[in-house]
Each structure stands twice: as structure tokens, then as C-alpha cells.
């Protein structure tokens, strides 16, 4: 049959003209446009469709703005076809917030647009869709998070070199572009690659021109006419074709630099990102459903180098458009700049607090740059209804975010380049139909890296220079759309900026000589100081003061109690200090701590502002705060450490597990000589961790250690000369280098380390179920009275009880061990009372401390003999009140000497030995009133429950299992080293198994 049809097909064929064949295949292929446009039912209206291309609009027109028509015609919801690209445009605040942040799930996909699908085929950070997104940002965004901690000295340093790069062109008319590329470009590939580039490296410079001249090709009429027509514009020529080749280029570079990691890679080091990326190939090598495999990190490297560079350079090129532009404009900024920075420092982003002027520049520099004006397309993941009309699933939705940020309903004059739009009052404020870097799950990951280099890299820029028109040249906001809205190519001149700006100061100084000038200024700081130093009438006494620095000459950082009881024996029990510009009253003796703690205690209730305290926690958390606030955040403690300790798994179950781990570890040492501090350390810090997280954490996670090893730095660069003298004189200690730098730096990471806890918390919340202390805290915050706890408060308060629960405890246990290692036969008095009451077979639990009287008065004598908090915590008095017959005044630091209490000859019969006798009376514990190593009062350490406990626990559970003992041919020493805590030097001992 087939075969006696195919003749008469054969036979018809011929019989047809050629002009009727293509009106038949032109027909047929007008239908199926015809079907394959047609808009679904209640689909959004747009512009009449023409057969094959679809949409026509003003192609001399930059598309952004025909959307803008377009939407004043049909409403803040449209669509249009380009080719075989369909589009559902979206304007106006409240409808782009609808698609990204309510209904962001639905719309958490990107869809195909063939030019980056040919590039990146799915992967990547920009282009891939559902478990391989996810995956891939999750990664990035931990891992940038922990790369770029210090990411803030890396734009410091290399806003140094952009300096000395424009400098180079001695105020001459110069084109930024390249300069400013690179600058911003050496942050990633540093952070990415593990390096920057010289500016004048030719491999580098090429590099960034092809991915100058990628970007532009994508954003072009011929780029956009390829997504239109993939299949016909593929394999014609043209200018597009250049994209591939470029791109080919860029990933020979990348693939180069990822094998060089290869080479070197290690596995117990963290290094940049592709280091973080093969360790984590490695990590799930023969996992079938991970896609960490190399071609995903040469797409995601991509994709950093190209957002981390080209967008925020051409917001950087746009700020110095517009001050050249509005030079008035660019003068407040400067005279901002000099208040609050001045010339000698380079700004950091703290500075972006107290400088609304700039914050508020910046961000009238990304309204009006307008750099991304569609945004990044979307695509629906399931049909969805958005403003009524229905959306099935694999929509393409595009979001018009130059509708919102020149929406004439919400800024003032949207058209003009006005910093008014985010000023309230002289301060800074927030306008949310602010959104540069997009919206929801699918914003910018690198946000808080590129305000940090928005705001340094402008504020250097113009704290050194003032940019100019050139003479000759014609000032111009003309733009060219690459994936970017960027200024067409300009000249600027940057004239170096000099103190010679002022000409009669100048005068004045070169008038008088140098030796009147010191004189003067001599005599007025000693009048100045002495007025400032007068004692009020009825002061307590204090030695003699010297000019400026006070009392310095009795600063002994080495042995400071020995300093007091020296100045006790010649004033008494109170007498007054200065040091610096800080006046403190010392009190001393059981009496009158008491008095000023407990029967005077609401009038010392306050804490004093410690200069490098203020500088890390502004007066926040438990330990600095005042007034309200502290009690609100104490109380809430209190009732939350309470609802921890009563739950399934009490703290006593906590302290014994870890008791369990650290036994363990000491046990690995076999007996031989090691440093028990850090073990110490972990397994203390574990059981506040396991209230505060909801953790433990594993002795060898590299985390936790650096945690550790930065709160260890810190404890002990607080008892450093230099972090003593910023709390003296911090005005000027500030701008100099030493210790108290890397105090702050300390600081900062371990911040970090908590902030990423609480975003984490805040990820999988569950407001009906508390698992720990950030979650208690989170649930409290939302409620309607809940106002001074917010989130800078709770990173505040978790970093007190973090410090406080390990520090102290800690530090007690490591002297415990020592005291036994010298006084052997107390260690076996002790083991004696152990194997008596709990012997060998169960662990340690806190019931068994009331039948062990000997072991607590010795561990009540470790805590008095050690005396780790000498001279307590200061306070301040909040209202004038007399004090053993002295005036003191409002504002008094006072500083109660636990160390006269605790070694008080009248209260102790061997005060100055290790007598756990103190404690037993007739073979029984007996409390004495002079023992306060948790202060008294109502600002006692809130954790003594918890400290007890785990000193008990921890104590008896290693004199259980070991005998302490000094390794041979080792002399032990009680010597200690100031910090926040006198601890012991570090030391060696044996643990032997009993």
C-alpha cells in the first residue's frame, strides 16, 4: 500500500509551483506562532503581537525606559514577546514586592535566556534553578561569610593603591574607568583567587577588558536580538559572536588558576574561595546528588568575578560623575569627611554611622545610577495569581525597579540628584522603595561587600581628592547598557586636596614661633587639667597626682594588689585614684564592700563607661548596660537560664556529658606532661554553648577553636600596657598602633562568628518551640513590648555569657589543677572523700557535694586563693551619697578590692595559704561571709548557680578518673598574667589514670 501512494505523492509534488510551497510553509508557520503566542486566559494585557517577533518597540529607545511607557498604558502589570521570549513586567513598590518578597518561592527561579544558558548551562550562583541554586548560594554565602570576616582591610588596603594610581596623574583629565575596575575587581579575586593584581599587569588589564567588553555585547541590540532568535542567530555572524570567544577566554583563565589550587591544596588550612570549593568536591566526591563538581565552580567563580567587579565600579563611576557634576554637593561631603575622619586615618565602616551626609549620597548615587533597571529576571516555579491575573508556571517575570526608584509618589523630585531623599532631621533614613540590590530569597548575595566598598572606597577617594570637569570638556549622565546601566566613557581631574586651603591660619603660624606656640599651649593644658582634677570638698584622700596622667606612677600591671595594699596601709580602707582623665574611689575591707554592694547598693548600681568596653558593646549586654535596659535584659536572663535548667535535659546533664568528653581527652595524653588549658577551655565553653546555640561543639571543629583562640587573645590583651592606656587617654591611644587594635579585630570576627548563629536561628525559627537562649531571645523580641531587645542587644548579651561562662569557670579549674599538682596531699585527701561517697562506678552528680565537705572547701579555697576577679567589676554611682564619712559624688567610679576581703588577716587565719581548713569546722562545710568571688548584690554574677555546678562537677569528675601530678624534673610555679582575669602562666601536668 506504502508503496502505491508514494508515486501519487511524488507526482502531486511536481505538479505544485514553488510559490505555492512557500505560501503553504509561510501559512503553517504563522499558525504555529500564532498558537505558540496566544496569551493564556486572564493573562496580563500588553501591546498588539506582530507574527514572529512579537513586541515592537523603539529599539533607539534603552528598553527600560519603553517599559516605563509601556506601563503607563497598561497598568503596574503587563506582558511582552521578544522573539521566542515571553515577559511579565511588573512595576511599582508595592506589586515588586509582592513577586519578590510574598510570593518569593514561587518566584525563586531564573528563567532560560539562551545567551547565559549557552554560557553557564545551569549552574553557577546567577543562572541555576532549585537544589543546585540552593546548594550553590548556601556555600557562597558561608563561605564568603568566613573568608571575608576581615574583608573591610582588604578594601582599605586596596583603596591605598587607587590613591597612588590617581595620584599618578597629577589632577590631569584621566578616564577612571580602568582604575576604579581594577580596584574594585582585586577585592574578589582576592577573596576568590587568593591574590590581588597590580594594576599595570597586562593579564590582569586584558581580563577586565574582555569582561568590560563581554558585559557590553550582552547588554547590546545584538545580544538581546540572540535571546530573541537563538536558533537563527547562532549560526549567523556578527558582533555577538565575540561574547563566546571572550568567554572561552575567561574560562581558560579561571580553569588555569583552579588547577594551580589543586596543586597546592590543603586540606587542614582555609584559604580563598576555590580552596573552600575543592575541599568541599573532595567532601562529597561519589555523592550522586551534590553538584559540587568543577564545572559548577568554574561557573560560580564567574559569576563572583563578574557581579563583584562590574557593578559596584560603575556605581563608584557614577558617584564621581555626579560630585564633579554638583560640586557643592561633593564640598559636604568633604567637610563631613574632615569632621568625623579628618585627614590622618583612613575611614572604616564604623564611620558610616556618624556621617549621614555620605550614607545618604550613596544611596541617591544608586537611586539615580539606576544600575540594574529590570533587575534579574524570574520565573515562576508553579501558576501562581499576581494582581489578579494568572501566571502559569515557567512565566518569565521581569521587574522594573526604575519604576520604583523614580516613582514621583514616593521621592520628592525623583529626576534630580537630591541626597534630601534619605535625610530626616539631619540623620539618615531608610526608604523602602529603596532597592539597588534587589529583593527576597534571590537578592544580592554580595550586598554587605559592596556597601562596604561603596562607602570606603568613595569616602577615600574624596577624603585625598576633589573631582572636576576638565576645562575643556562637556559634562554628560549619557549611559550605555551593558548588564548594567553604566555612564558612557568620561575624563575627570582629581586635585589632590592640602590644609593649605586655610591662608590665615597659615599666616599665623609662620608668625609665631614654635617655642611661644608649645609654651602657651603648656601652660593652657596644665590650667585646664588642674581645674578638671579639683576634688570635690570631702573626698576621700589619694596620693600625690601628677599633671595629665594622674597616678600612673603607681601602675603596676605585674602585681597591682600589691600596689593597693600598699596604698591601704598608708590612706586606709578608702581612699581615690586618678588615672588618665578617670577619678575612681577604691574601697576595702568586708565593711565597706558591703556597704557599697548590698546596704548602699542601689546607689552604686550603675557601670562606668570603660572607653574600649563602650568602643566594642556602646553600653549594651549584661555587663555594661545601665539603668532600664539592664535590668530588662538580666531579668529576661535570669527566667531563661531558670526554663533551661528545669527542661528534659537539665544543666546538671549538660556539665556531666562534657565531663564525660574532657575525661576523654585527657585520658588520650596517656599520662605524659600537656597543657590542660584549651581542653579546659573547650569543654567549659561547650556547656554555655549548648544553652546559647542549642550546641556542643566537637574539641577539633576549626571553628570553634578560632573562636577560642580569639576570646583566649583577647582575655589576655585586655591586661596589656597599651589596652590600660586606651582606657586612660583613648582620645589619642585610638589612632596609634598596639595591642587594643587587636582587641577591636578580635572583636569583630568573634561578632561575626555570633551574628551568623543568629541569622541562622532566624532561618529555621520556630516560634512555638525554644531550643535556646537566641531563640527565647528572637520570641521575646517580637513581641509588641519587647523594645530594647533587639538584635545588636542580643549579640551583645550572647557575647557577656559566652565570655563570662567560659573565662571564669575556666580559668578556677585550670588553678584547681595546679593547687593539686603542688599540694599532693590535699589532691589525696580529696580522691579519698570521692572514692568514698561515689567511688569509681557513676559519675560525679551535684547531690553528692553536700556529703563531701572536705573536696567544696577546697574548691571554695581555689576560688579565694586564686582570686581571679581582684578588684570585681567597677560601678558608678548614680546619686551623691556619703560613704565612711566622705563626700562621693554623682558619677564616682567606685572600685570594691575583693582582694582585701578575700586576704583580709582579720577575716582568714592563713590568708595568705592554700588552707582548705578555711572552710571546715568540726569536719563540716561552713560558709564565711568574706568568700564573694561572685561579688554580692543585685549585679552578682548572674551564672554563679552554673559556675558552682560545673566547678563541682568538672573537679570531682577528674580527680575521679586521674592523679594530678607535676611532670618530673619540673618545678610548678603560682605565678600569675593579667587580663580581664588573673590566670595562671601556662603550665604542664600529668594526668595518670587511677
Same mark, same amino acid.
Given at each position: 500500500m506504502e508503496l502505491q501512494l508514494w508515486p501519487v505523492l511524488v507526482y502531486l509534488l511536481e505538479k505544485l509551483k514553488s510559490w505555492m510551497l512557500l505560501v503553504i510553509l509561510v501559512t503553517f508557520l504563522l499558525i504555529i506562532d500564532f498558537v505558540r503566542k496566544r496569551r493564556p486566559r486572564n493573562f496580563p494585557p500588553g501591546p498588539q503581537l506582530f507574527p514572529f517577533v512579537g513586541t515592537i518597540v523603539d529599539l533607539r529607545q534603552p528598553l527600560h525606559l519603553e517599559m516605563q511607557k509601556l506601563s503607563a498604558r497598561y497598568g503596574n502589570i503587563f506582558s511582552v514577546q521578544f522573539g521566542s521570549l515571553t515577559f511579565v513586567v511588573v512595576s511599582g513598590y508595592q506589586m515588586v514586592r509582592e513577586a519578590l518578597v510574598h510570593q518569593a518561592e514561587i518566584f525563586a527561579d531564573r528563567p532560560n535566556i539562551p545567551l547565559l544558558q549557552e554560557i553557564f548551562r545551569g549552574f553557577?550562583?546567577?543562572?541555576?534553578?532549585?537544589?543546585?541554586?540552593?546548594?550553590?548560594?548556601?556555600?557562597?554565602?558561608?563561605?564568603?561569610?568566613?573568608?571575608?570576616?576581615?574583608?573591610?582591610?582588604?578594601?582599605?588596603?586596596?583603596?591605598?593603591?587607587?590613591?597612588?594610581?590617581?595620584?599618578?596623574?597629577?589632577?590631569?583629565?584621566?578616564?577612571?574607568?580602568?582604575?576604579?575596575?581594577?580596584?574594585?575587581?582585586?577585592?574578589? *579575586?582576592?577573596?576568590?583567587?587568593?591574590?590581588?593584581?597590580?594594576?599595570?599587569?597586562?593579564?590582569?588589564?586584558?581580563?577586565?577588558?574582555?569582561?568590560?567588553?563581554?558585559?557590553?555585547?550582552?547588554?547590546?541590540?545584538?545580544?538581546?536580538?540572540?535571546?530573541?532568535?537563538?536558533?537563527?542567530?547562532?549560526?549567523?555572524?556578527?558582533?555577538?559572536?565575540?561574547?563566546?570567544?571572550?568567554?572561552?577566554?575567561?574560562?581558560?583563565?579561571?580553569?588555569g588558576v583552579i588547577a594551580k589550587h589543586k596543586e597546592e591544596l590543603d586540606q587542614s588550612e582555609s584559604g580563598d574561595y576555590i580552596h573552600c570549593y575543592l575541599k568541599e568536591i573532595e567532601k562529597f566526591k561519589g555523592d550522586t546528588s551534590s553538584y559540587f563538581h568543577e564545572e559548577n565552580l568554574l561557573c560560580c567563580t564567574l559569576d563572583l568575578f563578574l557581579t563583584g567587579t562590574e557593578t559596584t565600579a560603575t556605581a563608584i563611576r557614577w558617584a564621581l560623575l555626579y560630585m564633579a557634576a554638583y560640586p557643592h554637593i561633593q564640598e559636604k561631603v568633604q567637610l563631613e569627611i574632615d569632621a568625623v575622619i579628618g585627614q590622618c586615618r583612613q575611614p572604616t565602616v564604623e564611620d558610616k554611622e556618624h556621617m549621614p551626609y555620605t550614607s545618604a549620597v550613596l544611596s541617591e548615587v544608586l537611586r539615580m545610577g539606576n544600575i540594574v533597571p529590570l533587575g534579574v529576571p524570574r520565573m515562576s516555579t508553579s501558576d501562581t495569581t499576581l494582581a489578579g491575573f494568572h501566571l502559569p508556571?515557567?512565566?518569565?517575570?521581569?521587574?522594573?525597579?526604575?519604576?520604583?526608584?523614580?516613582?514621583?509618589?514616593?521621592?520628592?523630585?525623583?529626576?534630580?540628584?537630591?541626597?534630601?531623599?534619605f535625610l530626616e532631621n539631619g540623620q539618615y533614613r531608610r526608604r523602602e522603595a529603596f532597592l539597588p540590590f534587589s529583593a527576597g530569597k534571590r537578592? *544580592?548575595?554580595?550586598? =554587605?561587600?559592596?556597601?562596604?566598598?561603596?562607602?570606603?572606597?568613595?569616602?577615600?577617594?574624596?577624603?585625598?581628592?576633589?573631582?572636576?570637569?576638565?576645562?575643556?570638556?562637556?559634562?554628560?549622565?549619557?549611559?550605555?547598557?551593558?548588564?548594567?546601566?553604566?555612564?558612557?566613557?568620561? =575624563?575627570?581631574?582629581?586635585l589632590p586636596r592640602c590644609s593649605s586651603q586655610l591662608p590665615m591660619l597659615r599666616f599665623l603660624w609662620d608668625s609665631i614661633s614654635f617655642q611661644v606656640l608649645f609654651i602657651f599651649l603648656f601652660v593652657f593644658l596644665l590650667v585646664a587639667d588642674y581645674m578638671k582634677r579639683r576634688k570635690p570638698k570631702d573626698f576621700p584622700p589619694s596620693p600625690f597626682s601628677f599633671p595629665f596622667v594622674g597616678n600612673m606612677q603607681f601602675l603596676n600591671l605585674r602585681d597591682p594588689q600589691a600596689t593597693m595594699q600598699k596604698l591601704i596601709d598608708k590612706y586606709g580602707n578608702i581612699f581615690s585614684m586618678e588615672t588618665g582623665r578617670q577619678r575612681s574611689v577604691v574601697v576595702n575591707g568586708l565593711q565597706l564592700v558591703k556597704e557599697v554592694l548590698v546596704t548602699q547598693g542601689d546607689n552604686f548600681l550603675d557601670r562606668p563607661e570603660v572607653p574600649i568596653d563602650a568602643e566594642i558593646f556602646s553600653s549594651l549586654g549584661l555587663i555594661s548596660s545601665n539603668g532600664h535596659l539592664w535590668k530588662q535584659q538580666r531579668r529576661f536572663t535570669l527566667t531563661t537560664f531558670r526554663n533551661f535548667g528545669l527542661g528534659k535535659r537539665s544543666l546538671e546533664e549538660r556539665i556531666q556529658e562534657e565531663c564525660r568528653f574532657l575525661a576523654d581527652v585527657f585520658r588520650e595524653e596517656?599520662?605524659?606532661?600537656?597543657?590542660?588549658?584549651?581542653?579546659?577551655?573547650?569543654?567549659?565553653?561547650?556547656?554555655?554553648?549548648?544553652?546559647?546555640?542549642?550546641?556542643?561543639?566537637?574539641?577539633?571543629?576549626?571553628?570553634?577553636?578560632?573562636?577560642? =583562640?580569639?576570646?583566649?587573645?583577647?582575655?589576655?590583651?585586655?591586661?596589656?600596657i597599651m589596652s590600660q592606656l586606651y582606657n586612660f587617654f583613648p582620645t589619642i591611644v585610638k589612632y596609634l598602633p598596639g595591642s587594643h587594635q587587636n582587641i577591636f579585630r578580635n572583636w569583630k570576627l568573634m561578632k561575626s562568628f555570633v551574628i551568623e548563629k543568629i541569622n541562622k536561628h532566624k532561618e529555621d525559627w520556630n516560634p512555638s518551640e525554644s531550643r535556646d537562649f537566641i531563640d527565647s531571645y528572637l520570641e521575646e523580641m517580637a513581641k509588641p513590648n519587647g523594645s530594647n531587645l533587639r538584635e545588636e542587644n542580643l549579640v551583645a548579651c550572647t557575647l557577656d555569657l559566652l565570655f563570662a561562662g567560659t573565662e571564669t569557670t575556666s580559668t578556677t579549674i585550670r588553678w584547681a589543677l595546679l593547687y593539686m599538682a603542688m599540694y599532693p596531699e590535699i589532691q589525696a585527701r580529696v580522691q579519698a572523700e570521692i572514692d568514698a561517697v561515689i567511688g569509681q562506678s557513676r559519675q560525679p552528680a551535684l547531690e553528692d557535694r553536700n556529703k563531701m565537705p572536705y573536696t567544696n572547701a577546697v574548691i571554695h579555697e581555689v576560688q579565694r586563693k586564686s582570686n581571679i576577679i581582684p578588684f570585681n567589676v567597677p560601678r558608678l554611682t548614680v546619686k551623691d551619697t556619703v560613704l565612711a564619712g566622705f563626700c562621693v559624688p554623682k558619677g564616682t567610679v567606685m572600685i570594691p578590692n575583693?582582694?582585701?576581703?578575700?586576704?583580709?588577716?582579720?577575716?582568714?587565719?592563713?590568708?595568705?595559704?592554700?588552707?582548705?581548713?578555711?572552710?571546715?569546722?568540726?569536719? =563540716?562545710?561552713?560558709?564565711?561571709?568574706?568568700?564573694?568571688?561572685?561579688?554580692?548584690?543585685?549585679?552578682? *554574677?548572674?551564672?554563679?548557680?552554673?559556675?558552682?555546678?560545673?566547678?563541682?562537677?568538672?573537679?570531682?569528675?577528674?580527680?575521679?578518673?586521674?592523679?594530678?601530678?607535676?611532670?618530673?624534673?619540673?618545678?610548678?610555679?603560682?605565678?600569675?598574667?593579667?587580663?580581664?582575669?588573673?590566670?595562671?602562666?601556662?603550665?604542664?601536668?600529668?594526668?595518670?589514670?587511677?
Open positions: 553557577g550562583l546567577i543562572s541555576s534553578n532549585g537544589h543546585i541554586w540552593r546548594q550553590q548560594r548556601k556555600f557562597a554565602s558561608a563561605t564568603l561569610k568566613s573568608i571575608a570576616v576581615s574583608f573591610e582591610e582588604k578594601v582599605q588596603e586596596e583603596s591605598r593603591y587607587l590613591v597612588e594610581a590617581i595620584e599618578e596623574e597629577k589632577g590631569q583629565p584621566f578616564d577612571p574607568h580602568y582604575k576604579i575596575n581594577s580596584a574594585v575587581s582585586n577585592i574578589i *579575586c582576592s577573596i576568590t583567587f587568593g591574590n590581588r593584581f597590580d594594576y599595570h599587569d597586562n593579564n590582569f588589564q586584558e581580563l577586565l577588558h574582555l569582561l568590560a567588553e563581554t558585559l557590553l555585547l550582552i547588554g547590546s541590540f545584538w545580544g538581546q536580538l540572540y535571546n530573541a532568535f537563538p536558533l537563527i542567530m547562532r549560526w549567523l555572524p556578527g558582533p555577538f559572536q565575540k561574547i563566546f570567544r571572550h568567554w572561552e577566554k575567561l574560562q581558560h583563565f579561571v580553569k508556571k515557567g512565566t518569565t517575570v521581569m521587574t522594573s525597579l526604575t519604576s520604583i526608584m523614580f516613582d514621583k509618589n514616593v521621592w520628592e523630585t525623583p529626576d534630580t540628584f537630591n541626597p534630601e531623599h537578592a *544580592c548575595p554580595g550586598e =554587605q561587600l559592596a556597601r562596604t566598598e561603596l562607602f570606603i572606597f568613595f569616602t577615600t577617594l574624596l577624603q585625598k581628592f576633589t573631582f572636576q570637569v576638565p576645562a575643556s570638556a562637556k559634562l554628560s549622565f549619557a549611559f550605555m547598557l551593558s548588564l548594567t546601566r553604566c555612564p558612557k566613557p568620561f =575624563q575627570l581631574c582629581a596517656q599520662g605524659n606532661p600537656f597543657n590542660p588549658h584549651f581542653k579546659i577551655n573547650n569543654a567549659v565553653s561547650n556547656v554555655i554553648c549548648s544553652i546559647i546555640f542549642g550546641n556542643r561543639f566537637e574539641y577539633h571543629d576549626e571553628k570553634y577553636q578560632k573562636l577560642l =583562640q580569639l576570646m583566649e587573645d583577647t582575655v589576655r590583651l585586655h591586661g596589656t575583693l582582694t582585701s576581703v578575700m586576704f583580709d588577716k582579720e577575716e582568714w587565719e592563713t590568708p595568705d595559704t592554700f588552707n582548705p581548713e578555711h572552710f571546715l569546722k568540726d569536719g =563540716q562545710f561552713r560558709k564565711r561571709e568574706a568568700f564573694m568571688p561572685f561579688s554580692i548584690g543585685k549585679r552578682a *554574677c548572674l551564672g554563679e548557680l552554673l559556675a558552682r555546678t560545673e566547678l563541682f562537677l568538672f573537679f570531682t569528675t577528674l580527680l575521679q578518673k586521674f592523679t594530678i601530678q607535676a611532670p618530673p624534673d619540673t618545678t610548678l610555679s603560682l605565678q600569675f598574667k593579667l587580663g580581664i582575669t588573673l590566670a595562671p602562666h601556662p603550665y604542664k601536668i600529668c594526668a595518670v589514670p587511677r
